[in-house]
């Protein structure tokens, strides 16, 4: 009687985790799930109607300009990846080991302030800064390194300084997050057993914080390789990048199929690197 009395009085709580999911669900549904599908349906038709075809994607591998744009992208990532990954350790190692304890705040807030700006302004401000007449080539010039101004915005150059300059501070925030939780008590240990700091780090603190390491570099992976404002600003058209060549299809030939087949095959290589990243992208250890 107590059992079955208990039973109804949990029963109107039971449908309580899916009635605090469903929002989120609906949110996903409605605002990821299907637009992907009517993306997927787009780029299986013809740019005048017609039966399903998979011409956009034909296209794509037939087109030396659209492979030229993917690598492009892949190697404007890669470059900006490794550089941030490079700089953000020794950053986040100073801020973790060096900087004391009740100073960390302050130090972060002051590392995430470019976050506070539009990535907008940042981008037009890169571009003032780069400029033939901007701040580098005036002190090259007053400095007598160089005779003329150097070529330096509208280049690949200037995307991949203005990427940089916003992931580090998203690598650094990782990074610092796992080098906090590592225990002092793994380098005393390392230390006990004859390890130097070359080898405590290589061996013991590098590979704890691979985990922090690769949940930065694959969101700075993701964000890259799909931004437009950057590459249109500090790129000057130069370069086509696949985010780039999406927009034509849609701002100057308004093929939206080609625009849907061309995200899709975007998506799929984030969705590779995803899958090659996906053993130290656990939440648990990240």
Request: aromatic letters at 12%; a positive charge; glycine letters at 6%.
């Amino acid at each position: 009687m107590s059992a079955s009395g208990n039973a109804r009085r949990t029963l109107p709580w039971a449908p309580l985790p899916w009635a605090l999911v469903t929002p989120a669900l609906g949110w996903t549904l409605l605002f990821f799930v299907l637009p992907f599908l009517a993306m997927g349906l787009s780029s299986l038709t013809a740019h005048d109607g017609g039966a399903f075809t998979l011409a956009n994607y034909s296209q794509f591998f037939a087109n030396p300009a659209y492979w030229r744009a993917m690598v492009n992208s892949l190697e404007v990532t890669a470059i900006v990846t490794v550089i941030s990954v490079l700089l953000a350790y020794p950053f986040a190692w100073i801020l973790a080991e060096q900087v004391p304890e009740r100073w960390q705040r302050l130090a972060l807030m002051l590392a995430v302030l470019p976050f506070w700006t539009s990535y907008v302004v940042r981008s037009y401000s890169w571009l003032l800064v780069l400029a033939q007449n901007g701040v580098v080539n005036r002190a090259l010039t007053s400095l007598g390194l160089v005779a003329e101004p150097l070529q330096l915005a509208n280049t690949r150059f200037a995307t991949v300084t203005g990427f940089v300059h916003f992931f580090v501070m998203l690598l650094t925030l990782t990074i610092f997050a796992n080098l906090k939780q590592l225990s002092p008590s793994y380098r005393k240990a390392a230390a006990d057993l004859g390890a130097g700091p070359v080898r405590t780090f290589l061996h013991v603190v590098l590979p704890l914080t691979l985990p922090g390491i690769m949940v930065g570099a694959f969101l700075t992976f993701v964000l890259c390789i799909g931004d437009y404002i950057t590459p249109q600003i500090l790129g000057g058209n130069n370069e086509l990048l696949m985010p780039q060549l999406v927009m034509m299809q849609i701002g100057r030939r308004g093929d939206f199929p080609l625009a849907s087949a061309l995200s899709i095959i975007l998506m799929a290589v984030v969705t590779v690197a995803y899958l090659a990243c996906a053993r130290w992208l656990k939440i648990e250890r990240a």
